[in-house]
């Protein structure tokens, strides 16, 4: 006989790459959890029992035998209380590897589902890993008939259609989606379409946390048949969350209301985002702190912020290395951010240094004129005192460069683009200045900001030469950033930019710079992804190529 009630725990959790069993613990304590709250059934995200995106350790024969074990472990947690976890399922034939959700109750395995729709797009590789399923699993768990789905396949009409034909009368699916702009809306609005074609509530569980360039920023949801929203979990955080099912008169199974965490503005949700990736990259890691040059401007002011509220201020060291071309306002900005953030604040002048290897360089550089290699040269000069201290201290470097910067090479190749990580990596020049502006007013009414005002408001320079400014090299930013933009996250042809308003000369010479600088952002460091298409993973463009815009 069915259920009349049916309770479900969302285990919206933080998994670390290849550490099984700190996963496996993790996956068992939240078991206990959901066990006493007297739920029938924990769900866990995609691949959880490995972490996502484990890539090619899924080849290495020691994990497949730690997931063995761990398997057995999880057979035996699945007393009391109905499981579904990810992980790899090793084959021993040609099925090679697959994606699986495995069902597990009673000490026993109930089912396994094998992903079918398997992404190989964006930042997804997964075709490279794993062998796509072809068959529909319904499971009855509690006497509830539920349809099991693995991320890909809910961007796809025929998964959900043949598990409600197979008799599913709720649809589960486990995910590792990570997070970009405006993902939350589009998933949302993906699984009402599912909803609509089915009839059926959806159940939507996503992992959280940071995997190098990547953030999982979870926002599990919850839909009616109505296509109502009635459970939303709070994104970026690790949560168990509760929804409980019910019968109509007519046996038609229900999600009651739960909560609903709000979806946070675009600048709110990149900065959640930012914080996230550098507090896991650096926790996972196991560094005890960071390090970073703090110059008077705007992007090192917003990369300490981040830092700190990733951290804490007692993680957090700066540096200021002072040239004989740093402006007065640049030293007096920078120590006034270290002093109210409470940070380790060092002032170090890079002029020793920047002399000596002009004197060494002088036989070499004679009789030739002082150009960007002397600009150069005092971004080395920094890189030395700031990785000196990071092998002495044990903290990471964090570098400070933007996307505008990485797209166009305006940055120092083993200079102030050397580091660990880069945690403004993927956002754009204008991006930086609203999210130091969203972070300043969530300050207190009344108390000073936490990005001094006149670092937001001055002209932004690299202060490597005398009366430098930005616009002496680049296109101001209100007009670089969109062309970026069309280029790298569009795909836009130099007609369909020029077509938009942009000066024909100006969008060559920028997708020029572009062009010519590949070779530097192989050589960065990674970062956290926030656009549709960020430098790193998912941005293959050859360092060697002929083609001219």
């Not at 939240?30 to 350790?57: H, K, M, N, S, W």
């Not at 970026?236 to 709000?262: H, K, N, Q, T, W």
């Not at 971004?379 to 201290?393: A, E, V």
């Not at 100006?506 to 710079?513: A, D, E, I, K």
Request: glycine content about 8%; aromatic content about 8%; proline content about 5%.
């Amino acid at each position: 006989m069915s259920a009349s009630r049916f309770k479900l725990a969302l285990a919206q959790q933080n998994f670390r790459v290849g550490d099984v069993a700190a996963n496996l613990r993790c996956m068992q304590e939240c078991t206990q959890v959901a066990r006493a709250a007297q739920a029938d059934l924990i769900v866990f995200p995609e691949l959880a029992l490995v972490g996502y995106p484990p890539e090619d350790l899924l080849f290495h024969r020691g994990l497949r035998a730690r997931v063995d074990a761990a398997l057995h472990e999880l057979t035996e947690a699945a007393d009391g209380i109905a499981l579904i976890t990810g992980y790899p399922e090793y084959t021993d034939n040609d099925n090679g590897i697959h994606n699986t959700a495995a069902v597990f109750s009673n000490r026993g395995e109930l089912a396994r589902y094998r992903k079918q729709q398997l992404p190989n797009y964006q930042v997804f590789d997964e075709k490279r890993y794993f062998r796509g399923g072809d068959e529909t699993v319904v499971v009855e768990i509690a006497g509830v008939r539920v349809g099991v789905l693995i991320c890909e396949d809910i961007w796809h009409a025929a998964p959900a259609a043949a598990a409600r034909d197979a008799g599913a009368e709720l649809l589960l699916a486990i995910n590792a989606s990570p997070f970009e702009i405006g993902k939350q809306v589009q998933r949302e609005s993906e699984l009402r379409k599912r909803v609509t074609e089915t009839q059926l509530p959806f159940v939507y569980l996503n992992l959280v946390g940071g995997q190098d360039e990547l953030v999982f920023d979870g926002g599990s949801v919850v839909i009616n048949a109505q296509g109502d929203i009635v459970l939303r979990a709070a994104a970026f955080e690790s949560v168990i969350e509760y929804v409980e099912f019910e019968r109509d008169a007519a046996g038609r199974l229900s999600p009651l209301p739960a909560s609903v965490a709000p979806i946070a503005d675009d600048d709110a949700t990149i900065y959640q985002a930012l914080v996230l990736g550098v507090r896991d990259y650096v926790d996972k890691h196991g560094f005890p702190g960071v390090v970073l040059g703090l110059s008077g401007g705007i992007d090192s002011a917003l990369t300490l912020m981040i830092a700190v509220d990733a951290l804490g201020a007692e993680r957090v060291q700066v540096v200021m290395m002072p040239s004989r071309y740093t402006s007065d306002m640049s030293v007096e900005d920078a120590a006034l951010q270290a002093n109210r953030l409470g940070v380790k604040h060092s002032v170090i002048p890079i002029e020793p240094l920047f002399e000596t290897a002009l004197a060494s360089l002088r036989d070499e550089f004679a009789g030739r004129a002082a150009d960007t290699t002397e600009e150069n040269l005092q971004s080395r000069c920094r890189m030395l005192l700031l990785m000196g201290i990071s092998n002495k201290t044990g903290r990471m470097l964090l570098t400070t460069g933007n996307k505008s910067e990485m797209a166009v090479g305006y940055a120092t190749l083993y200079g102030d683009m050397a580091g660990g990580y880069a945690p403004i990596k993927d956002c754009s020049k204008m991006r930086v200045y609203r999210l130091a502006a969203y972070r300043n007013s969530l300050v207190t009414h009344g108390e000073a900001p936490v990005i001094p005002r006149r670092v937001i408001e001055r002209e932004p320079s690299a202060e490597l030469r005398a009366d430098q400014r930005d616009v002496d090299s680049l296109p101001p930013y209100e007009t670089l950033d969109p062309i970026l933009e069309a280029f790298i996250e569009e795909d836009c042809s130099v007609d369909e930019i020029v077509g938009r308003g942009f000066a024909r000369e100006t969008v060559l010479r920028v997708l020029g710079m572009v062009r010519r600088n590949e070779y530097k952002r192989r050589q960065s460091p990674p970062g956290v992804r926030i656009s549709r298409r960020a430098f790193g993973r998912d941005w293959r463009y050859p360092i060697t190529n002929g083609y001219r815009n």
